[in-house]
């Protein structure tokens, strides 16, 4: 196992804690995330840019894994953060991201959201319509500001991705479709409260090929080249998230390949460039940890009924995804394998982690590890069920820290209230 797990005299120990401390320690499920990791993982993509020579922003995308604690650890390193709603805006500017370190994406910001963003002085909208665009116009001319903008493009291009993560296409909701960026762009030099400062472009996640970047860079080339021969001046382009992780041993793109591209494409256009990375900095530095509540065999299938469920992991429930799952106390040589359906406690018949899954002998009390878990997991996480929020530790060498608690019912409920009219 790379990603800073390893078995240790048999227990399964990330950096220099075991899961069995933690498991013990703040009670299961919980994530736990390895420092270690997220920070290699962004000294990878680092010098793979200063290598480029290009002027580039690595931008946190947020919504991967929005803890403070994993934005603060960023922010540290010299990142930025791109962020999707007003509340990520929060997040990152508590995290100590400076706001001209933001970009705001997105395709409904709401007029308190743009408000705000204006207020604390964002560094880039990311406009995903001309509605947008007048309204940002509109809201920054109210406080006497200008606004800087980039246009996010909709180059039409298929990421060759899950369904349900692909961004690109031109009957996807995302982007300003590439031909009606020309005009836009006119149309935009005559509000005097935006400042265009360039492109956008961000065709989904989990992207596996360099084939489907490299049709959306040389598309957006194109545009750069074909704006700039009407006077346009473009500083800066935003070239989105999408980098992979591998969750089965298949083959991702290499970051160092991912910015070759770049610098092949687009290297000569004298932009300055802005990333935002958000599974490949944080994906496979969490692992879920959870145990196993009960076993049943079941018209010839055999069922671990474990404590995590959909609402702590929603990726296997949302978009079929597959995690591997391993013993927190390695498998003795030899040990049998017998294929298991894991499964949640939740009453939906989707709370199924896998299914027919070969795993050594499970018993009651075992504890399992869900892998690769540190992007849109418990950023997903919910209180379905009634079932207390998920909590997070941070490992840090041979220490760690809770860095979220689990935030039970009464918390959720306190908030509720009798209705007085009824
Ligand atoms: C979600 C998102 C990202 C991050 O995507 P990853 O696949 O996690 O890298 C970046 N930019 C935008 C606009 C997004 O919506």
Redesign the pocket.
């Known amino acids: 196992m790379d990603r800073n797990i390893e078995y240790r005299n048999g227990q399964m120990t990330m950096e220099s804690v075991t899961m069995r401390q933690i498991a013990a320690a703040v009670g299961t499920p919980c994530y736990v995330y390895s420092a270690a990791g997220m920070e290699r993982a962004y000294r990878r993509l680092e010098a793979a840019v200063l290598a480029s020579k290009i002027p580039t922003t690595i931008c946190f995308?947020v919504?991967?894994n929005p803890n403070l604690a994993v934005i603060n650890l960023f922010s540290k390193l010299g990142s930025g953060a791109?962020v999707?709603s007003g509340g990520e805006l929060e997040r990152a500017l508590r995290a100590g991201i400076a706001a001209e370190r933001i970009v705001f994406?997105?395709v409904g910001k709401t007029r308190a959201e743009i408000a705000r963003a204006l207020e604390v002085g964002i560094g880039q909208f990311?406009v995903e319509s001309p509605s947008e665009l007048a309204m940002i116009n509109r809201l920054a001319a109210a406080v006497n500001l200008v606004a800087p903008v980039v246009f996010?493009v909709n180059p039409d291009v298929d990421a060759a991705t899950h369904a349900k993560?692909s961004?690109g296409k031109k009957d996807n909701k995302?982007g300003i479709a590439i031909d009606e960026i020309p005009s836009l762009w006119q149309l935009a030099l005559k509000l005097p409260n935006v400042k265009l400062l360039g492109l956008?472009v961000?065709i989904?996640?989990?992207?596996n090929e360099l084939g489907p970047s490299r049709q959306a860079f040389i598309k957006m080339r194109e545009l750069v080249l074909n704006l700039r021969s009407q006077g346009a001046v473009i500083e800066r382009l935003d070239l989105?998230?999408?980098?992979?992780i591998s969750y089965r041993g298949e083959k991702t793109v290499a970051p160092e390949d991912f910015i070759a591209l770049i610098s092949e494409v687009i290297g000569d256009l004298g932009c300055q460039l802005i990333l935002?990375?958000?599974?490949?900095?944080v994906?496979d530095s969490g692992v879920l940890l959870t145990e196993v509540l009960y076993r049943k065999s079941q018209s010839g299938r055999e069922f671990a009924i474990v404590d995590a469920a959909m609402n702590d992991l929603m990726r296997p429930a949302l978009y079929g995804s597959y995690h591997h799952i391993v013993p927190v106390a390695e498998a003795a040589d030899g040990a049998p394998l017998t294929p298991f359906d894991i499964v949640g406690p939740i009453c939906e018949s989707t709370d199924s982690f896998t299914s027919g899954r070969e795993l050594p002998p499970l018993a009651e009390g075992d504890l399992l590890a869900f892998l690769d878990a540190g992007?849109?997991g418990a950023s997903m996480s919910n209180g379905y069920n009634s079932r207390p929020l998920v909590p997070e530790v941070m490992v840090k060498g041979d220490r760690f820290d809770v860095i979220r608690p689990r935030i039970g019912a009464e918390e959720f409920y306190k908030f509720d209230k009798l209705c007085n009219e009824c």
């Open positions: 995308a919504k991967a791109d999707v994406s997105g990311n996010r993560i961004t995302f956008a961000h989904g996640s989990q992207i989105g998230g999408g980098l992979a935002e990375p958000g599974r490949y900095l994906g992007a849109y």
